[in-house]
C-alpha cells in the first residue's frame, strides 16, 4: 500500500499570515493595521473584529498612500489613508505612557 498523501489535516497549524493590501508583504498580523468593511464602508478597525477585513502595514508609512490602497478599497482609498496617517499620534502617546 503506497504511502497516503498528506491532506490539510497533517499540515502544521501556527499563526496565520497576513499581507499588506498596499506592498503584498506578508508578517505576522500584529505588525499591521487591520481595516474592515462594514455597511460597504472601510474604516480602520479600532474596537471589535467583525466584517470583511483588509490588513496595512502599521509602520510603514509608504503603503499608507491612497494611490496603493486603491487596489484593495477602490474611491474609499483616501479616506483609509488618512485613517492611517491619523492614528499615528495616537499609537504614539499610548507607548509614551506605557
Ligand atoms: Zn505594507
Known sequence: MPDALPTTDTLPRHTPE???????RKRSQAEF???????????????????????????SPTCWQDKKLRRAFGAQAAQVAAQLLERQPVERQKSAQS
Open 33 to 59: 493595521v487591520r481595516v474592515t468593511r462594514q455597511d460597504g464602508v472601510w474604516a480602520v478597525q479600532t474596537g471589535n473584529r467583525s466584517g470583511r477585513g483588509a490588513y496595512v502595514c502599521s509602520d
Open 18 to 24: 497576513r499581507s499588506c493590501v498596499a506592498c503584498r
